[in-house]
């Protein structure tokens, strides 16, 4: 039996990994939310909060966000086994949005509603996420390449 994307599912499952350890080491190590760690003073420190809403805290408190994660999760999933993805992008980008939905979907709904967040790049004034978080992002850069590339491909072939 021969496994169809196998990048995906790598990137999927070594970034869901990532994200939980790396949430649990934060909450393990600094303990007390609001809690700061500086890896760099006044540039990248590890800060330990608790998001209860979407990005940027927005949708707070709203019950549902944990289970709409996993749904978009569960149908990466069903994607992923049933349709053979045409590059490497596109697996790529489509393994690391279903590890951050996984991700952050897990911590809603088994600790406590919200998703904890540490990476706090204070150099930029930014808001604090978490590796889950930046996974989608990165998934949706591959994804935009995958689109700009498939389609000069496409272009170039007729």
């Known amino acids: 039996?021969?496994?169809?994307?196998?990048?995906?599912?790598?990137?999927?499952?070594?970034?869901?990994?990532i994200d939980m350890v790396t949430k649990r080491a934060i909450v393990n190590y600094l303990q007390i939310e609001r809690t700061s760690f500086p890896i760099i003073p006044n540039v990248f420190h590890f800060t330990y909060i608790r998001n209860y809403g979407a990005a940027?805290?927005?949708l707070e408190g709203q019950p549902w966000l944990g289970w709409l994660s996993l749904i978009v999760s569960a149908i990466l999933v069903a994607i992923g086994i049933f349709r053979n993805f045409n590059s490497i992008w596109e697996q790529v980008g489509l393994g690391a949005i279903l590890a951050g939905a996984a991700g952050n979907g897990i911590d809603r709904l088994f600790f406590g509603g919200s998703v904890v967040d540490f990476i706090d790049l204070r150099i930029i004034n930014f808001a604090i996420f978490n590796w889950a978080d930046i996974s989608i992002n990165v998934g949706i850069v591959c994804l935009l390449i995958h689109s700009f590339t498939d389609r000069t491909h496409r272009s170039n072939s007729r």
């Open 1 to 17: 039996m021969r496994i169809i994307n196998y990048y995906f599912w790598i990137v999927a499952i070594a970034n869901i990994i």
């Open 56 to 58: 940027f805290s927005m």
